[in-house]
């Protein structure tokens, strides 16, 4: 009796410790100033670009989640055993000169030794920092050392978020063009980079797949694109935004994405569609990988996703462009052998 009193002492205990978390209310749409970190059971931040002039391409990635809701610990809720959220970071560095891609990561499990906070933004993990300045952001993460000042205010992706109830919704917010000044891998740089956040209850690689693409395009404007899958690969959602020069964002309409290229990973087995044709109302482009093999997969978060560098070409609004950008599709959750 006492032992039974005891443990149930300790589940209202640890259910009291389990955080107070929300997600997506497609009701109430955040500011597109929202930088800082969120209560919400997923939250990452991107920087990715490619440079032609350079022949380079990076992509830097800080992820925030806390124990998926429903998971146990010893047959108590996980939620309530680790109620801190966990980090990991990403770097990918693509030479198309050399033809090679190196891949980085760090994780603060189970030491916890990141370091997230806001006003202004600040996330640190090992040594690597990503951090809001005056003008802009610095980045300084393994062989990128950058400086980012935004050209054109951020946006909040119409209507406020991706994904749908059934996969999960994440509030999304870029700075879809800033400048970069700095060095990767010692390497004088300079150009166009991307910058993202989002945050909310999307399980990436588990209850949702994606196919996106973040693109400028020869004209001045900007072009988000994605679907969604579900863990079944059936698409359940699309959307894109067109980003003007001067900085309005609005949504694309009669959306089409054909995929007419496969890359199968040696690695982990997951085929990704890395070529495809993409179209709505008033445009068309086509967007190809400028290399295959651009698989990360990290053994700590066994989630495998395709990203890269793309080029295209194509009408946009009655004129002919070029496009040059990053595409990212994830593959899946990598099951242990």
């Known amino acids: 009796m006492r032992k039974a009193l005891l443990l149930l002492l300790l589940l209202v205990f640890m259910a009291g410790c389990a955080p107070r978390?929300?997600?997506?209310?497609?009701?109430?749409v955040p500011s597109p100033y929202t930088?800082?970190?969120q209560k919400a059971p997923v939250e990452w931040?991107?920087?990715s670009?490619?440079?032609p002039g350079q022949k380079l391409a990076f992509h830097w990635a800080f992820f925030k989640y806390y124990a998926p809701e429903g998971y146990k610990v010893a047959g108590l809720p996980a939620r309530s055993v680790f109620p801190y959220p966990f980090a990991s970071s990403h770097v990918a560095i693509t030479d198309l000169a050399a033809d090679t891609f190196k891949f980085y990561e760090k994780h603060d499990f189970p030491g916890l030794k990141a370091k997230v906070s806001g006003h202004p933004l600040r996330l640190e993990l090992e040594g690597w920092l990503f951090e809001q300045v005056p003008d802009g952001f610095r980045l300084r993460a393994g062989p990128l050392d950058l400086t980012l000042k935004p050209s054109r205010p951020p946006v909040l992706h119409p209507p406020g978020w991706s994904g749908n109830e059934e996969v999960g919704r994440m509030y999304y917010v870029s700075y879809t063009r800033a400048d970069l000044s700095g060095t990767i891998a010692g390497r004088k740089v300079s150009g166009i980079v991307?910058?993202?956040?989002q945050w909310g209850g999307q399980l990436s690689g588990v209850t949702a797949l994606w196919d996106w693409f973040g693109v400028h395009i020869s004209n001045g404007d900007d072009l988000m694109?994605?679907?969604i899958r579900d863990a079944k690969g059936r698409v359940v959602t699309m959307q894109g935004t067109q980003v003007t020069k001067e900085g309005k964002a609005y949504p694309l309409l009669d959306l089409e994405m054909e995929p007419y290229l496969n890359w199968t990973s040696p690695q982990t087995g997951f085929t990704y569609r890395?070529?495809?044709r993409v179209s709505g109302r008033g445009w068309s482009l086509t967007l190809r990988p400028k290399r295959l093999e651009q698989e990360i997969y990290s053994s700590a978060v066994p989630v495998a996703y395709w990203e890269g560098p793309v080029e295209g070409e194509g009408i946009w609004w009655g004129e002919k462009v070029k496009v040059w950008g990053m595409g990212e599709f994830v593959g899946g959750r990598v099951r242990s052998k």
């Open 21 to 28: 978390l929300s997600g997506v209310e497609p009701n109430g």
């Open 35 to 37: 930088w800082d970190p």
């Open 45 to 47: 931040w991107y920087v």
């Open 49 to 51: 670009a490619y440079l």
């Open 194 to 197: 991307w910058i993202d956040h």
């Open 225 to 227: 694109l994605y679907r």
């Open 274 to 276: 890395i070529a495809w």
